[in-house]
Every structure is written in structure tokens, then in C-alpha cells.
């Protein structure tokens, strides 16, 4: 059975989206890339193109899932406070078109995919270009994107697993 997790690093600036395909341990790449606000656009304006483009990407891909990474606190309040209403938008834009929701911090993101959570960025477009066996290096936003959604399908498959091991299934989507 393979599931199609949608990543999503959010930035009022850039929004990063990456959706892969997970076939048991399998995960292959299908699509990556970043929504780009208009430079210097009004917060309103900038949450529009992100729930539109969110929205597209949704509709195109078809996603079963979705991942969001958290906010992290910046020094600079007002930039935290931009990247939560960033983050909101996506959120919005998920939960509008009904898809489930998880969320990771940024550590829990780079222990899952990297090994360890102090990874810098270059490590994680390292082992996303890895993992799935890409021809080249998405840009920065995009292989966030794409490891959120990696951390997302190792996390979940540990908790089916350890499930498993407790003696339940999953049948049809529910646990039994």
C-alpha cells in the first residue's frame, strides 16, 4: 500500500513543499519546490499566495498526508511572529482540503533524516539527495520541505511498527 506525504517548511518568504511516495521502507520522490511571496507584499497578501499555491499543490499531487516543521523562537520577534502566520497559512490551507496534519520541530526533523539534530543545512540536502536517489540538489526551502516529509514517513512507520509488535494491526486506514 503506498501513502503520499506532503512536507511543507513554511517562511513568509519562501514556503517550501515536498511530496514523496512511501512503498513500505521504499520512499520515492515525486515533486519538490517553493512558493515565492511577492517581494515586499503586504503580511494578507503573502498568506493568499501561500493557501493559493498550497492549494495547487494539493490538487496536482493528491497527497494522503501532510507534515508541517514547527516554528522555532528567533531573536527577532517580529520575524517569528511572520513565519507563525506563515506557518498558519499552511496549516489552513491543509486542514481546509482535509488532509491529516503532523508536525516536527526542526531537531526532530535532522535527527530523522541526518542522525543527529545539530545537522547543518548542507547535511540535510545531503542525505535528501541520498534517501532518494536524486539527480541533484533541491534548493534549500525545497529539501527541508522534502526531509519534513521524510521524517514524517520514519516516524510513522515506527509508530505502526511498534504498534504492530503489540499485536495491532492496521486494516483499511484504522487500527484493529
Known sequence: MSRRILGIDPGSRITGFGVIDVVGQARHYVASGCIRTPEGAPLTVRIKVIIEH??????????????????????????????GQARGAALSALVLRNLPVAEYTALQVKQSVVGHGKAQKEQVQSMVVRLLSLSGTPQADAADALAVALAHANHSHAVLASLAEGGVRVKGGRLV
Open 54 to 83: 498550497l492549494f495547487e499543490v494539493i490538487e496536482t499531487y493528491q497527497p494522503h498526508e501532510a507534515a508541517v516543521e514547527q516554528v522555532f523562537v528567533n531573536v527577532n520577534p517580529a520575524a517569528t511572529l511572520m513565519l
